[in-house]
């Protein structure tokens, strides 16, 4: 199983745009897929997480409001859509995999790449 996220770059503050994660291998729909940001310096931190079906969402505070997290089990894709972005909302952003819905990284059982988000002010 292999996870790729894209969608990344550079953006303005209060701009938006749309963080893609592809899933190769495996039953994607089985599985919970979350969101999750590091900025430089920092630790990895929970962004949002979607349920197996879709039907539930998770976010941290910093985010609700401004951020869906979303998927297409037929595509086998979940995206991220980021919109009002701040300065703070800069950092590499992986997607994951997990079995149940979890804010810890450590839960994780299968991690994308990452892709870098920077939100200039």
């Known amino acids: 199983v292999q996870l790729q996220a894209f969608g990344g770059g550079l953006v303005q503050a209060g701009d938006s745009r749309r963080l893609s994660c592809a899933a190769s291998g495996g039953t994607f729909s089985r599985y919970v897929m979350g969101w999750f940001r590091q900025a430089p310096g920092k630790e990895r931190e929970f962004v949002a997480a979607?349920?197996?079906?879709?039907?539930?969402?998770y976010y941290t505070d910093s985010v609700k409001g401004r951020f869906t997290i979303s998927r297409d089990n037929a595509k086998n894709m979940v995206y991220l859509q980021m919109n009002s972005l701040k300065p703070e909302d800069t950092a590499v952003y992986y997607c994951?995999?997990?079995?149940?819905?979890?804010?810890?990284?450590?839960?994780?059982?299968?991690w994308g790449q990452g892709t870098q988000v920077t939100v200039s002010s």
């Open positions: 979607i349920s197996s079906g879709g039907g539930t969402t």
């Open positions: 994951a995999r997990s079995i149940n819905i979890t804010t810890t990284p450590q839960a994780c059982e299968i």
